[in-house]
């Protein structure tokens, strides 16, 4: 609970619902989507203005999904439900990213209280701890393990979202996959982002139904500003309208991807039984207070994200950074030295602690003990004035644990969607297919038509090694029924003397998520930049390991000045794609990523 109910509400609503039952119901609320003028700029880096808006907002990934949830706001619709057309308007335009054959975690604020709502996918019932291992007992490299069937999850996003909008949604169910249906079947214009992706991929052609729909009969990508159809989707999105997640999870569609997953080259232990069994979960959220002024709110394992984030913000509150963070407009080398410390430390606790908790039981019993104050500030004393380089798994509540820790391995892929209805109620959700384009396989549910939706390879973020060299289990490993470890960190703030939302955040980006979402939260909480400006800021990080620095943002000083305190400099791409919707005097304001497509809609 954020803010309780107060003693008169009741009373309220009791009258409320008894003038209701004296009036004739008014009908429910209708979509009727339209298309909206195509996007969009270049791929790459380019500037966002922020939005400034009075009542609502969506923020997504592309223009189309945007609008998709802009549309179902304006028709009466609330925040949970725009989240679903926005989702499945990405499973069309951002099929690289996340779609509705992976998973998703969401956070819901219904103005009295905050729940997570776990869409994360299961291994099968047939997986094994050793599955990701060569007959020697070397792990896989990543993209044989990655690309085809073995690495392919149960599901979990459109169940998870039905089971939400049982609870929270208002406009029919059926409505909200109207402006993705539309779009497949009237067609999108590639953007250039999923151009670019394209002339990146190597495997994907290897699928035959994924190959005839991204690429020309020559082997060369859709170019940007083609219109393409996606009748195969539409087909999958009509069934799931009309009989909801029950026609993705049993019948042609599920018979269709146990087919693909099973037959592949490199087969998977998918059955259809594993996706008819398929369960979404509701967890307790943690919520953190952070400082004295914020309630900082996010998901719990297997989700690594939230305890990552507030052990790096706790860990900096406790050992006093510099007070002039910034220099020439970027974190300065001091203040980085203090952030990538922190995170040393965090990222080394995840790596021993954090699973699935059906599966692994919590340091001294719960998890925030990897968040108590005693816990942090002794944590705290190992930020030295020269980088630990890697650092050592602590023990909260004085505990050694039997587990080992687990070895660092390639994460990526992901779409982020932040949302406010004009009522306050709001949503952040974090949706993936794992890898970009996931496993590489494409189903058409059994359609026979052009398209699909892609299978994620959301196995791989288990272990993949089960084990240490001394025999000791890594708490990440691979289990029939198990939910991997995440690094999503979809993230709600509120005001903690009044209980009001503050900002919905959140971003793809593998295990840099938690960097890219614990930026915005500093800059803009403790250093008082707008969303747009937070967002907008270098990213930065360490995943114990060396200290990265977005390439070409920072100045050569910075890097030289980090040299000098035994960090290992590595400068390269981070490709963030936070948004971030973030209250106002006067409404919100809502921000966009400058190095991805993303936009805000509002009003």
């Known amino acids: ?53 009075s009542r609502f907002a969506v923020a997504a990934a592309n223009p189309l999904a945007t609008d998709a949830g802009f549309q179902v706001l304006k028709a009466g619709g609330n925040a949970l439900d725009a989240a679903v057309a926005v989702q499945m308007v990405l499973a069309l335009v951002e099929p690289q990213s996340s779609g509705i054959g992976g998973g998703a975690f969401l956070m819901h604020w219904d103005g009295r209280r905050v729940q997570a709502w776990d ?24 993209e044989r393990a990655a690309v085809g069937g073995l690495s392919v999850g149960v599901p979990g996003v459109v169940k998870m979202l039905e089971a939400a909008h049982r609870v929270h ?11 993705a249906i539309v779009l497949a079947e009237e067609g999108f214009r590639v953007s250039p982002r999923m151009n670019t992706q394209l002339r990146a991929e190597t495997a994907l052609k290897g699928d035959a139904q994924a190959a005839a729909y991204f690429y020309q009969p020559d082997g ?72 004295t002024t914020w309630r900082v709110c996010g998901f719990p394992p297997p989700s690594s994200g939230h305890l990552a984030v507030m052990q790096i913000l706790g860990l900096l509150e406790r050992s006093a950074p510099p007070a002039q963070p910034l220099q020439a407009g970027v974190p300065g080398a001091d203040w980085l030295h203090h952030y990538t410390e922190a995170a040393r430390l965090a990222y080394a606790d995840r790596a021993m602690y954090v699973a ?11 998890w925030t003990s990897l968040l108590d104050d005693a816990y942090l500030r002794q944590r705290a004393t190992l930020i030295g004035a020269r ?37 306050g109620r709001a949503v952040a959700m974090t949706t993936t297919i794992e890898a970009a384009w996931g496993a590489r396989i494409m189903s058409d549910g059994g359609s026979g038509l052009p398209g699909g939706f892609l299978l994620n390879n959301q196995l791989t973020d288990f272990s993949s090694q089960p084990t240490d060299a001394a025999g000791r289990p890594i708490a990440n490993r691979v289990q029939p029924g198990k939910r991997p470890r995440s690094s999503m960190s979809p993230t709600l703030v509120f005001d903690r003397s009044d209980g009001r939302l503050l900002m919905s955040t959140g971003s793809p980006g593998g295990a840099a ?36 620095l977005e390439k070409g943002r920072f100045p050569a000083a910075t890097v030289e000045a980090l040299k000098a305190r035994g960090h290992t400099v590595v400068e390269t791409d981070m490709t963030s794609g936070l948004q971030a919707i973030q209250r106002t005097p006067t409404g919100w304001f809502g921000a966009a990523d400058p190095r991805r497509e993303g936009v805000v809609k509002g009003e």
């Open 387 to 423: 980088s630990m380089g890697t650092a050592v798994a602590g023990q909260p509540g004085g505990e050694r644990s039997a587990m080992a820790a687990m070895p660092q391995q390639p994460e990526s892929g992901t779409s982020h969607i932040s949302i406010v209805d004009g009522e």
């Open 513 to 548: 998520i938690i960097h890219f979402t614990a930026k915005t939260l500093v800059a803009s909480f403790d250093w008082g930049l707008d969303a747009q400006r937070a967002v907008s800021l270098p990213n930065f990080g360490s995943f114990n390991g060396p200290t990265v």
């Open 119 to 142: 869409g994360r996918e299961t291994a099968p019932a047939a997986a094994d701890e050793r599955q990701f291992l060569q007959p020697g007992g070397q792990p896989l490299p990543f």
């Open 169 to 179: 949604g208002r406009l029919p169910w059926a409505q909200l996959m109207q402006p």
């Open 220 to 291: 060369t990508p859709r170019p940007v500003g083609q219109l393409l159809r996606n009748p195969a989707l539409a087909a999958v999105l009509r069934d799931i309208a009309q009989r909801g997640a029950v026609a993705l999870h049993t019948g042609a569609v599920a018979e269709d991807i146990v087919r693909r997953v099973r037959a592949h080259a490199n087969p998977g232990r998918l059955t259809l039984s594993d996706l008819a069994g398929y369960r979404p979960l509701q967890r307790e959220p943690l919520c953190t207070d952070w400082r």
């Open 1 to 53: 609970m954020i803010q309780p109910l107060r003693p008169w509400r009741p009373v309220l609503l009791a009258l409320a619902a008894a003038l209701a039952a004296c009036a004739t119901p008014p009908a429910p609320p209708a979509l009727n989507y339209s298309i909206p003028a195509m996007p969009e700029g270049a791929s790459g880096y380019v500037e966002k203005p922020g939005w400034a808006v």
């Open 356 to 366: 699935d908790p059906d599966f692994v039981a919590a340091p001294a019993g719960r």
